[in-house]
């Protein structure tokens, strides 16, 4: 039986904020990356990519290193968990 109803995106549940480098914090480089991730059905991140402008400075290794921390309420069609991809932002405000 194949799933057709809607897709539920995954839902963010806890997301901890990227630690700055010290070359950025010097320059005052604030700003946000923008990645698309692949949510698991147990509400893992398993990929990412990033899709949007490069901050530079280490900004965009960070972003990426702290998303695979975060976790997710999976994403879920007629009722079941699915792996979905996504996209989230990482913002860097000093």
Not at 19 to 38: D, N, S
Not at 56 to 85: C, H, I, N, Q, Y
Request: hydrophobic content about 35%.
């Amino acid at each position: 039986m194949a799933l057709a109803g809607p897709l539920m995106p995954p839902r963010p549940i806890d997301t901890p904020d990227p630690e700055y480098t010290e070359q950025a914090r010097q320059a005052k480089l604030e700003g946000t990356v923008t990645l698309a991730i692949v949510v698991n059905k147990q509400g893992r991140v398993k990929k990412v990519k990033q899709v949007g402008p490069r901050l530079g400075m280490g900004l965009d290794e960070r972003a990426v290193k702290t998303v695979r921390k975060w976790k997710f309420s999976p994403a879920t069609r007629d009722g079941m968990p699915v792996s979905a991809r996504t996209e989230v932002q990482v913002s860097f405000r000093l």
